[in-house]
C-alpha cells in the first residue's frame, strides 16, 4: 500500500515536471521567435536607414550640383551684366553699332586717320541710353592722394532711386598707369556695385592713341612744357567724355572727380530746367568754379567739342567755354560786360552753387590748389563787403587768407597761359608772367555778392590779367577747379 502511494507521488512529480518542461520549451520557442523577429526588424530598420541615408547623399549632392549650377550661372549673368561691355574696341562684333561721334576727331587729329575705329575702352558699363542726364567725371591718377570714391559716393548718396534710374554717371579713366586703372575699376566694382548692375554708372577708359604726339612736352625738364601738354590733354580728355556722353542723355552735366555735392541737387536741377520759361538758353551754370557744374544740352555738346579741339592748344576749357559765348552771342563792338548782361536769361547763373571744390592735390605733380566755392551762409554774411574784402577760412590747422570773387562783372584773374592757369600754386614765374601779358584797359574792381574764393594777395597788389583772362574777369568765373 505504501508503496503505491510513492508510486503515485513519483508519477505525479513526473508528470508535473513534463508540463513544466514544456511550458519552458514552449516560452523558450516563442522569446526566440520574438527575438528572431527583432532581429529581422533591426535588420530591415538598418538597411532602410541605409537606403535613406544613401538617398539623403544622392539629395545631398544633387542639391549642391544644383546650387553650384544656380551660381555659377548667377555668377556668370552678374559677369555679363558687370561686363557686358567690357571689351577692346577690336573685340567687338561686326553686328554691333557703335556710334560715329568720335568720327569728327579724324578731321582734327590726322593721325587718327589710320585708326580702324575709334572709341574709349569700356571697362565696365551697360551702355545705358534714352535717359535725362549724363553726368562726366573726369579722373586722373594723383599719386597718393584721390577724392574719387568720396565724389562718387556724394554724387550717387544724394539722387533719390527715380534720379539714378533716370540718370548715367560715367566716370571717365583719363590716365594710362594699368595700376591706376585697376585700382578704380576695383574700387568703383566693390563699392557701387548695384549701380553698376542697374546701369547708372559707367567706367570707360580713353585709348591711348587718342592723343597727338606730345611725348616731347611730357620728357622735358621744362615746367612751363609739361603744363603746357598737361593743359592740352585736360581739354582732349573733356572733349572725349563729352563725345561718349551725347547720345545717352538730354542734358549732360560736366563734373570733376574732387568735389562734393550739395543734398537734393540733382532734383534742384530738374526743377530749375523746367521752371525756365524759355529753352533756348546756351549753358547753364551750377557752380562758378572753372568748368565745374556746366550743365549743357546734349544736342549742343558736338557744336561745343568743335569749338574746344580748335583751340584746345590755346587755352583752358573753362576759357574757350566763355570764349564760344562771346563768338556765338555778342554782337561786333559790344563789350563783354552788356553781352553777358544781354544774354543773362541765355548763359544762366544758378545760386547758391550746387557743388563744392575739395581736392587740394593738384592732377599736376606737384601742385596743390584750395580754390573753394563759398558756402551759402558764407555768401550771406559778404554779401554786404566791399570790392576784394576778405574772408577767412580754417583749413588743415590754420587760416588762409581767401578774396572773394564777384558773381557779376568782376571776378580773380586766371593766369591765362602762365604757369599757374588757376590750377594750382602761384609762383614766381607766374607772376612774371602775368606781368608781361597786362592789358591796357583797367580791369573792373571785384564786386560784393562774392561767389568763390581762393588763395591770393591782395587785390590792390594784384597784377592785371591777360586778355585771355578777360572773358573770365568780364563774366566773373572764378579759377577752374582741376581733374
Not at 134 to 151: D, M, P, W
Amino acid at each position: 500500500m505504501r508503496t503505491r502511494h510513492v508510486n503515485l507521488l513519483v508519477a505525479l512529480v513526473a508528470v508535473l515536471l513534463f508540463s513544466f518542461s514544456c511550458f519552458c520549451i514552449s516560452r523558450m520557442t516563442h522569446t526566440g521567435n520574438q527575438l528572431t523577429n527583432c532581429r529581422n526588424q533591426i535588420s530591415e530598420f538598418k538597411e532602410t536607414i541605409l537606403r535613406l541615408k544613401n538617398k539623403t547623399e544622392i539629395n545631398r549632392q544633387e542639391l549642391i550640383k544644383a546650387f553650384n549650377q544656380m551660381k555659377y550661372k548667377l555668377a556668370e549673368r552678374e559677369d555679363a551684366s558687370l561686363n557686358s561691355v567690357k571689351k577692346k574696341v577690336n573685340a567687338l562684333s561686326k553686328n554691333e553699332t557703335v556710334s560715329n561721334a568720335f568720327e569728327v576727331l579724324r578731321f582734327f587729329f590726322p593721325h587718327l586717320r589710320k585708326v580702324d575705329r575709334i572709341y574709349p575702352d569700356v571697362i565696365i558699363g551697360k551702355e545705358k541710353t534714352g535717359v535725362s542726364f549724363a553726368l562726366g567725371i573726369s579722373t586722373v591718377n594723383r599719386g597718393n592722394h584721390s577724392y574719387l570714391k568720396q565724389t562718387l559716393t556724394s554724387i550717387i548718396s544724394r539722387m533719390t532711386l527715380s534720379e539714378e534710374k533716370d540718370s548715367v554717371v560715367i566716370v571717365s579713366i583719363a590716365d594710362s598707369n594699368e595700376d591706376y586703372l585697376k585700382s578704380v575699376v576695383d574700387m568703383i566694382t566693390k563699392k557701387f556695385k548695384r549701380q553698376l548692375m542697374s546701369g547708372s554708372l559707367e567706367v570707360i577708359s580713353i585709348p591711348a592713341y587718342f592723343y597727338p604726339n606730345i611725348s616731347h612736352a611730357k620728357q622735358s625738364t621744362d615746367d612751363s612744357e609739361k603744363l603746357e601738354s598737361w593743359r592740352i590733354k585736360q581739354v582732349l580728355d573733356f572733349c572725349f567724355l563729352m563725345l561718349y556722353a551725347q547720345p545717352k542723355a538730354m542734358y549732360y552735366l560736366q563734373l570733376e572727380d574732387d568735389i562734393l555735392a550739395n543734398k537734393m541737387y540733382l532734383t534742384k536741377i530738374t526743377d530749375f530746367i523746367h521752371n525756365i520759361t524759355s529753352n533756348n538758353w546756351f549753358y547753364i551754370e551750377f557752380s562758378v568754379l572753372g568748368f565745374i557744374g556746366k550743365l549743357f544740352k546734349s544736342e549742343d555738346l558736338t557744336d561745343f567739342v568743335h569749338f574746344f579741339l580748335m583751340f584746345y592748344k590755346d587755352k583752358p576749357i573753362d576759357l574757350l567755354l566763355g570764349d564760344i559765348f562771346q563768338v556765338k552771342m555778342c554782337n561786333p563792338g559790344e563789350t563783354l560786360e552788356k553781352c553777358t548782361e544781354r544774354n543773362k536769361h541765355i548763359r544762366i547763373r544758378y545760386k547758391p552753387s550746387l557743388f563744392q571744390h575739395v581736392g587740394i592735390q593738384s592732377s599736376f605733380p606737384g601742385r596743390e590748389q584750395y580754390f573753394k566755392e563759398a558756402e551759402p551762409h558764407s555768401l550771406h554774411a559778404e554779401g554786404s563787403r566791399s570790392a576784394g574784402g576778405k574772408s577767412l577760412r580754417r583749413g588743415n590747422g590754420k587760416d588762409k587768407e581767401e578774396f572773394q570773387a564777384s558773381s557779376g562783372a568782376g571776378s580773380t584773374e586766371r593766369l591765362a597761359g602762365c604757369g599757374g592757369a588757376g590750377r594750382g600754386r602761384e609762383g614766381a614765374s607766374d607772376r612774371a608772367c602775368l606781368a608781361q601779358r597786362r592789358p591796357s584797359a583797367a580791369v573792373e574792381p571785384l564786386g560784393a555778392g562774392a561767389r568763390g574764393t581762393r588763395l591770393g594777395p591782395p587785390p590792390s597788389a594784384r597784377p592785371r590779367p591777360h586778355a585771355h583772362a578777360q572773358l573770365a574777369v568780364a563774366t566773373g568765373r572764378p579759377p577752374a577747379g582741376l581733374l
